[in-house]
């Protein structure tokens, strides 16, 4: 008995993956000034994001940490120790240590990020955000951006994004507008991300240069982010590391007994 | 055939469907090679506001379904399809479309309307500030120090000094490393803004690692890191250029190396251009802790040829020279944390001046002697210095040696053209050497220091009337050491010090003058040894917690002197004890807040030979000067209040300052004027009194969201004094104002502005009934204009206003007009200076009782090609 097939105009084709592997070109550069408060009850972190835009991926990261790693990575070709290296970039100010990849052809999401000195990554599908676009305007840079909200990761937030470049992507992993989101938070105001400038690039991506990470399980690496918020001091006794004080980005010594009560992460 | 009737129903209901409920379809490709392009946006607009009503994306074959969600048939709607790169398709359609649309993208090259993206410009950890230089350099800056001079609270002074809130500097860092000690500007002048990617300051910064935890410091230091790409290898630049006014050349080399473990820079300089280049090799000071650790170079000369100043304008428009430098400098590592650095640096510098000077000796304001003379001179120095330094910077010990040598040979000639015409030889010429120790050793709860400077200085000079046969010479030694050994212990909060001391210096004093000149019968022979030595210990009290600092010091001095006039047969010996107070306290409420009151009582007792010449010395051809040959001493009270803002994150900066000093005691200046000859002498007097209270504010801001940085400093000051002339005891009161706003902004990324203003007006009175004002301003303002991205110009215009209370306009306006072309890593520049060929620059000054009003001889109009490249 032969099936009725049915057509639709629907028709999905999964597509192969056109990118060639490894290295793709990326023209366009968004810098957010981003604020948070990962800690309840703590001072807000600061820092700085560049958000690097191709035609169909983007990789968002810290500009300070990419800087200080930079400092390191030359320090170590000149054949400096990790004494030395700890010391002349001791002053130097840190950055988040995570970087999303996000590419609309596969549609997915990798995080890549470094718990405990271990460099681990997972892989997720890319969640369709709903948005709901309203008819306020604000200018941004000389940009009208148009604003929209949405429930996402367990928090509401507000997007405004401009409808003159045509790219669907922002911060973190807000996207699914019309046009590059150009500033984000979420109703708390614990986390906002504002653009500071937009100026173009020519860079290729090189994925290569994220094969020191492992992949593991999103399970696994969001039990590991939350284990290392919450109580680095055991994770890191474990290793045999003994921490006896620490401090944020901005060197203020946080209380590491109080963070579990306190932590307010990103995504609820 | 009954199968397949169900499923063309089937399509045809779906087709009706989704028409009859709004679905626009499409599909988006390419027009250049009709390729789908995926996550192409389609959004649906109100034809009335143009708010979206609904949009969604094309899928990996360009297409896409739209749920319009409109119902009428003839509802209208605009259907927008945009994609980077390419031409936005917008059309209004009045109904939905029954087929699927088909959309062509034509591609277009997407143009980006912000400011182009920079490092974020400030970062903070902890104490340090971490500048990007990417986020305050401008295009027109040709070295670090043009950049660092925008970094909020940083002030660059005219001899390259660098202070930060108002203290000097302590340290100042090339990739962490100190190779130059208080010779910066060598970097500052000489260092491309490309090669550093970051300036850190360091605020409150210990460099002696051993104090670390026992010494707070006030003071900050600069760090720059170098590229990535810089280091480890040599790096070098070479711009040579040739020009016309008439012949002209400006000739710079500079090689670099910073690596890991040692660092070398090495810097050729030589112009024919008015460019002046010995501002490289001035060793400036730390700040107060580090009085003890370099050697005293004020500069002592007696005699002076009454030559041409420098103007308040560039020097490149009023300086004519030669000038050559070599300047090397090394660090080489001896062992962990031990590092011995060298400079070498050789100056030699032909400067001639030109110039027409009126003085006015104010005498009552009725009775003034005028004075107009046109002067010209020239001046070659040979300056070779070196300085050794060993320095061993460990946690657990801190010791450095530090030898020092500096020779400075000049020949002045001059002549003088006005009642009398003169023709002089000076020659000037100054010996320093300096052997520095320092050692410093933390035990378990306190520290011991131990400090040696013993320095020589040799100073002999010879001043010739040659038109007059007038002979006057002058040799001048100094042999001083000043030793200290301190301990301080740390009692938790309170850290009290004992310091305890001995300095001990031997001066020389010979000088000849000799024949006769008109009427006046000239003579004068001194041979004067002054032998000093001085005890002291002195109790500190120092209390540092959080948002409080309290220094409390009591010197306890007892000095001796010995003065022997070997001409006049005298021996004289003096014994004084002396105490001088001072009180120092910081608050920091915040992180943004600090202020600080001080107090000091001073008593010091005049104690250069200098100034003790029984017979007269001609210091120049119209000048004759008697010292005071004896002991006499002076007291001062000192007050201070500085209150600071700063928020470094946002770029912010304001300090407003408060000074007041009285003295009291010591010698006072008695002149007589005789014709245009005057005479000095120093008396003592202990009614004598000196005041000045000054104000001072500044407050800059760099905005982050828009190319904008703002500067604004002003200041006023309020001195008196009195002084003796022709006999009558005069007191002089005047009062300064002082405001330098400064604006600069960047339209996009073609052009940047900055434009900077200085206005000064001086106030002065006296009690003999005379009173006079000068107002003077200097305004610049330099344009930068990219034309491609190859090309580009800088435009500078100056406009320079003197006016005096006499009503006595100057105005003088400059322009000069500067081209770059860069091909790769060269750069070709054509300068034209002094585009409007302004030969005069005039402007006037008060000198205590004296108005001077100068016209300087400009450099005229030239032309120069610079060819620039480096490696």
């Known amino acids: 008995m032969k099936r009725v097939i049915i057509f639709s105009f629907f028709v999905l084709i999964i597509s192969s993956q056109s990118l060639a592997q490894g290295v793709s070109k990326l023209f366009l550069r968004a810098q957010y000034s981003v604020t948070a408060i990962e800690y309840i009850g703590n001072k807000q972190y600061n820092d700085w994001m560049y958000l690097d835009l191709g035609k169909n991926e983007s990789i968002y990261y810290s500009f300070f940490n990419h800087s200080r790693d930079s400092i390191v990575q030359s320090q170590i070709s000149l054949g400096y120790s990790a004494y030395e290296i700890m010391e002349n970039t001791r002053n130097i100010q840190r950055g988040r240590k995570d970087i999303f990849h996000i590419s609309s052809e596969s549609k997915t999401i990798k995080h890549y990020s470094v718990i405990t000195a271990e460099h681990y990554y997972k892989s997720e599908p890319a969640e369709q955000i709903i948005w709901t676009i309203s008819k306020d305007t604000l200018t941004i840079l000389s940009y009208k951006c148009i604003k929209a909200t949405a429930k996402f990761k367990g928090r509401e937030w507000t997007a405004w994004f401009t409808q003159d470049i045509p790219i669907t992507?922002?911060?973190?992993?807000?996207?699914?507008?019309?046009?590059?989101?150009?500033?984000?938070?979420?109703?708390?105001?614990?986390?906002?991300?504002?653009?500071?400038?937009?100026?173009?690039?020519?860079?290729?991506?090189?994925?290569?240069?994220?094969?020191?990470?492992?992949?593991?399980?999103?399970?696994?690496?969001?039990?590991?982010?939350?284990?290392?918020?919450?109580?680095?001091?055991?994770?890191?006794?474990?290793?045999?590391?003994?921490?006896?004080?620490?401090?944020?980005?901005?060197?203020?010594?946080?209380?590491?007994?109080?963070?579990?009560s306190q932590y307010n992460p990103l995504e609820l | 055939m009954r199968r397949r009737l169900p499923v063309s129903i089937l399509l045809i209901f779906v087709s009706v469907a989704l028409y009859s409920q709004g679905v626009i379809s499409g599909v988006v490709t390419s027009s250049d090679d009709s390729k789908p392009i995926p996550n192409a946006h389609i959004i649906l607009l109100n034809p009335a506001d143009k708010s979206i009503i609904t949009y969604t994306f094309s899928d990996e074959n360009g297409l896409f379904n739209l749920d319009s969600g409109v119902n009428k048939e003839n509802a209208e709607f605009i259907v927008e399809v945009s994609f980077i790169g390419f031409q936005k398709y917008s059309a209004l359609y009045k109904a939905i479309p029954p087929d699927k649309l088909r959309i062509i993208l034509k591609s277009e090259p997407f143009e980006i309307r912000s400011a182009v993206v920079k490092a974020?410009?400030?970062?903070?950890?902890?104490?340090?500030?971490?500048?990007?230089?990417?986020?305050?350099?401008?295009?027109?800056?040709?070295?670090?120090?043009?950049?660092?001079?925008?970094?909020?609270?940083?002030?660059?002074?005219?001899?390259?000094?660098?202070?930060?809130?108002?203290?000097?500097?302590?340290?100042?860092?090339?990739?962490?490393?100190?190779?130059?000690?208080?010779?910066?500007?060598?970097?500052?002048?000489?260092?491309?803004?490309?090669?550093?990617?970051?300036?850190q300051v360091f605020e409150n910064h210990q460099p002696v690692k051993a104090l670390k935890e026992h010494q707070f410091s006030e003071n900050a230091a600069i760090n720059l890191t170098i590229h990535p790409d810089a280091r480890a290898r040599f790096v070098g630049t070479a711009d040579i250029g040739a020009g016309v006014y008439p012949a002209m050349w400006n000739f710079r080399s500079t090689l670099f190396r910073f690596s890991k473990t040692s660092q070398t820079m090495t810097i050729l300089k030589s112009n024919k251009a008015g460019i002046d280049i010995a501002t490289d090799l001035r060793l400036h000071s730390m700040g107060p802790d580090s009085q003890l650790q370099q050697p005293d170079l004020s500069a002592q000369n007696i005699?002076?040829?009454?030559?041409?100043?420098?103007?308040?304008?560039?020097?490149?428009?009023?300086?004519?020279?030669?000038?050559h430098l070599a300047s090397v400098n090394l660090l080489i590592p001896l062992a962990k944390d031990v590092q011995a650095t060298l400079r070498i640096g050789y100056l030699n510098d032909k400067k001639t001046a030109d110039n027409l000077q009126t003085t006015s000796f104010i005498i009552d304001g009725e009775n003034d002697i005028v004075l107009t003379e046109r002067g010209s001179s020239s001046r070659h120095e040979n300056v070779p210095s070196m300085d050794f330094t060993v320095t061993s910077n460990k946690e657990k010990i801190y010791v450095q040696n530090r030898l020092y040598g500096r020779v400075s040979l000049s020949d002045v000639s001059g002549k003088l053209t006005g009642i009398n015409s003169i023709n002089q030889d000076l020659s000037q010429n100054q010996y320093d050497f300096a052997e520095i120790f320092n050692l410093i050793k933390p035990l378990k709860n306190s520290v011991l220091r131990f400090n040696s400077r013993t320095q020589y200085r040799s100073l002999p000079e010879e001043l010739n009337i040659v038109s007059d046969s007038i002979r006057q010479t002058v040799g001048l030694i100094q042999l001083k050491s000043n030793n200290i050994v301190s301990t301080q212990i740390k009692l938790g909060w309170f850290r009290p010090e004992i310091t305890a001391g001995y300095n001990v210096s031997s001066q020389h004093l010979k000088s000849e003058l000799s024949d006769v000149r008109k009427n006046m019968v000239l003579s004068g022979e001194n041979d004067i040894k002054l032998y000093s030595s001085e005890l002291f210990i002195t109790p500190t009290f120092r209390y540092d917690r959080d948002k409080f600092r309290l220094v409390i010091r009591s010197p306890l001095k007892m000095l001796g002197y010995n003065l022997k006039n070997v001409r006049g047969a005298s021996d004289t010996s003096s014994?004084?004890?002396?105490?001088?107070?001072?009180?120092?306290?910081?608050?920091?409420?915040?992180?943004?807040?600090?202020?600080?009151?001080?107090?000091?009582?001073?008593?010091?007792?005049?104690?250069?030979?200098?100034?003790?010449?029984?017979?007269?010395?001609?210091?120049?051809?119209?000048?004759?000067?008697?010292?005071?040959?004896?002991?006499?001493?002076?007291?001062?009270?000192?007050?201070?209040?500085?209150?600071?803002?700063?928020?470094?994150?946002?770029?912010?900066?304001?300090?407003?300052?408060?000074?007041?000093?009285?003295?009291?005691?010591?010698?006072?200046?008695?002149?007589?004027?005789?014709?245009i000859f005057s005479i000095r002498q120093l008396l003592p007097d202990n009614d004598n009194f000196n005041k000045m209270l000054s104000f001072r504010g500044n407050i800059s801001k760099v905005f982050f969201d828009s190319p904008l940085n703002l500067g604004l400093s002003i200041s006023h000051s309020v001195s008196s004094g009195n002084y003796v002339q022709q006999s009558k005891n005069v007191e002089i009161s005047s009062r300064t104002w002082v405001a330098e706003p400064a604006v600069s902004y960047s339209f996009?990324?073609?052009?940047?502005?900055?434009?900077?203003?200085?206005?000064?007006?001086?106030?002065?009175?006296?009690?003999?009934?005379?009173?006079?004002?000068?107002?003077?301003?200097?305004?610049?303002?330099?344009?930068?204009?990219?034309?491609?991205?190859?090309?580009?110009?800088?435009?500078?215009?100056?406009?320079?206003?003197?006016k005096s209370s006499d009503q006595t306009l100057h105005s003088n306006f400059f322009a000069d007009i500067k081209v770059n072309y860069r091909a790769g890593k060269s750069n070709f520049e054509l300068s034209l200076r002094n585009i409007f060929n302004n030969n005069q620059f005039t402007h006037s000054v008060f000198s205590e009782l004296t108005r001077i009003e100068k016209i300087y001889t400009l450099r005229p109009r030239s032309l120069m090609v610079t060819y620039s490249f480096g490696f």
């Open chain 1, 169 to 260: 992507a922002g911060p973190w992993k807000l996207r699914g507008l019309p046009g590059l989101i150009l500033k984000a938070y979420d109703a708390d105001n614990h986390y906002t991300f504002e653009c500071m400038a937009i100026g173009g690039i020519d860079r290729n991506l090189d994925m290569k240069a994220f094969a020191k990470f492992r992949e593991i399980s999103a399970k696994e690496f969001d039990m590991l982010v939350y284990k290392f918020k919450t109580d680095a001091l055991t994770m890191l006794e474990n290793k045999g590391i003994k921490i006896t004080g620490a401090k944020d980005a901005s060197g203020n010594t946080i209380d590491l007994k109080q963070r579990k």
């Open chain 2, 120 to 199: 974020p410009r400030v970062s903070m950890r902890g104490d340090t500030l971490n500048y990007m230089t990417a986020g305050f350099v401008k295009e027109q800056d040709r070295n670090i120090g043009e950049v660092l001079k925008r970094i909020p609270g940083v002030v660059v002074d005219v001899s390259g000094q660098i202070k930060y809130n108002d203290k000097p500097i302590n340290a100042f860092y090339i990739d962490g490393k100190n190779m130059l000690e208080g010779q910066y500007s060598i970097a500052t002048n000489n260092i491309k803004p490309s090669l550093i990617t970051m300036i």
């Open chain 2, 303 to 323: 005699l002076n040829l009454a030559e041409t100043s420098s103007a308040p304008v560039k020097s490149e428009r009023t300086l004519f020279n030669t000038s």
């Open chain 2, 575 to 675: 014994l004084f004890f002396r105490i001088s107070p001072s009180m120092s306290a910081t608050f920091i409420p915040s992180g943004n807040w600090e202020g600080n009151l001080s107090y000091g009582f001073g008593q010091t007792t005049q104690g250069e030979v200098q100034s003790m010449n029984p017979s007269f010395i001609m210091n120049n051809y119209r000048t004759l000067s008697e010292g005071y040959a004896g002991i006499i001493e002076s007291k001062s009270h000192s007050s201070a209040v500085r209150i600071i803002y700063r928020n470094a994150l946002k770029l912010f900066s304001a300090g407003f300052y408060v000074s007041y000093i009285h003295r009291s005691g010591g010698t006072k200046s008695a002149v007589q004027y005789t014709d």
């Open chain 2, 748 to 802: 996009g990324s073609a052009v940047n502005t900055e434009f900077n203003l200085k206005m000064v007006r001086t106030n002065r009175v006296d009690n003999l009934g005379s009173q006079s004002s000068i107002f003077s301003s200097g305004a610049s303002l330099l344009n930068f204009i990219r034309l491609s991205g190859k090309m580009d110009v800088i435009l500078n215009i100056e406009h320079y206003l003197n």
